[in-house]
């Protein structure tokens, strides 16, 4: 099969695409034919072994593995003997390592399910990641209730454009933030009050807010919870702060913080798992939730793709055509 591989960090011209073999199937495993995949984040972060304190894991001089890409929507090629989830022709979203590449495989027990119905196989892969990130923030850690007021800045991005719709889903008021060329953008996925953060600071307005999810991470902790409620809760979701700092530093600071203030100030990983991605199909389904897709690119075109998300101007999602 074609794949995607890296094998120094660096920038994406150290992407290559390569013929490897097909991933070995588990008796609990499920081979995907992979249609579509989306770009994140984590996908540049992985590239460049950046922050540094990631290569503990990801390898301190070399990337131990040598796929990029998470999020995935394609047909069930195969399953292994045990399982009876899924079978061949289903079509599946989710999220395996390396779903830069034409298959991959998938515990029968992780985050896949079945794709949105209506949805394109480029529209469901760009759910999974963001979205989840999204949900598990707002329902889990913001514990957004309707009625609520929540600001979302960053609205305009991959996991803003959705926590947008997820906000309006769950009944809440909701702010979005963002450049001016996006405005209209994030008032049509429902927004009912977008600030131009060219024009205007949102920590300076003067309104309060039970939930601020922070995808930018271009104020200062105290600015953001000068403009919460009482008891209100801070999400920070950035890898901004610097190389070695980065946002394990900002985790730190938080953690600390939160043992001494009134406001709720979370910290967050996300849980990518099936039953989040069957919760967003039935909001998918709904008609509840849309992804933004801004443009897409072949395999052979990841490195440019990554490159754009990594200047951090991507409106909405970045898909890869398999």
Same mark, same amino acid.
């Given at each position: 099969m074609k794949a995607i591989r890296y094998h120094a960090y660096g920038p994406p011209d150290v992407i290559s695409?390569?013929?490897t073999a097909k991933p070995d199937l588990a008796d609990d495993g499920v081979l995907v034919r992979v249609r579509a995949a989306s770009v994140n984040p984590g996908d540049w972060h992985l590239l460049r072994g950046d922050p540094y304190i990631f290569r503990a894991v990801s390898g301190l001089t070399r990337p131990? &593995?040598? @796929?990029?890409?998470?999020?995935?929507?394609?047909?069930?090629?195969a399953v292994g003997k045990d399982v009876s989830r899924f079978a061949p022709g289903d079509e599946v979203y989710g999220c395996a390592p390396g779903s830069f590449a034409e298959y991959v495989a998938v515990p029968e027990s992780g985050p896949l399910s079945g794709k949105p119905a209506g949805f394109t196989f480029e529209q469901a892969a760009a759910v999974p990641t963001s979205a989840q990130t999204a949900l598990q923030a707002l329902r889990d850690k913001g514990r957004l209730a309707p009625g609520q007021r929540v600001l979302v800045n960053g609205a305009a991005g991959g996991i803003g454009t959705f926590a947008v719709q997820l906000a309006k &889903?769950? @009944?809440a008021e909701v702010t979005g933030v963002c450049g001016g060329g996006n405005v209209e953008l994030v008032r049509s996925l429902g927004a009912d009050h977008v600030i131009d953060y060219t024009k205007e600071d949102f920590t300076?307005?003067?309104h309060r807010y039970d939930v601020v999810l922070d995808n930018v991470g271009n104020r200062r902790v105290a600015d953001c919870r000068?403009?919460?409620t009482p008891t209100g809760t801070y999400l920070h979701n950035s890898g901004s702060g610097g190389r070695w700092v980065g946002v394990?530093?900002?985790?730190?600071?938080?953690?600390v913080l939160n043992l001494f203030v009134r406001?709720?100030?979370p910290t967050f990983v996300t849980h990518e798992n099936a039953d989040d991605l069957a919760v967003l199909r039935e909001l998918a389904e709904a008609g509840k939730l849309t992804p933004v897709i801004e443009r897409t690119h072949p395999l052979s075109e990841v490195p440019e793709a990554i490159a754009h998300v990594e200047r951090g101007h991507a409106k909405g999602k970045v898909v890869i055509t398999v």
């Open positions: 695409l390569e013929e131990k &593995a040598h @796929g990029l890409g998470a999020d995935l929507a394609g047909i069930v090629e &889903a769950f @009944g300076r307005t003067g000068r403009i919460l394990i530093g900002r985790i730190v600071g938080l953690s406001h709720r100030l």
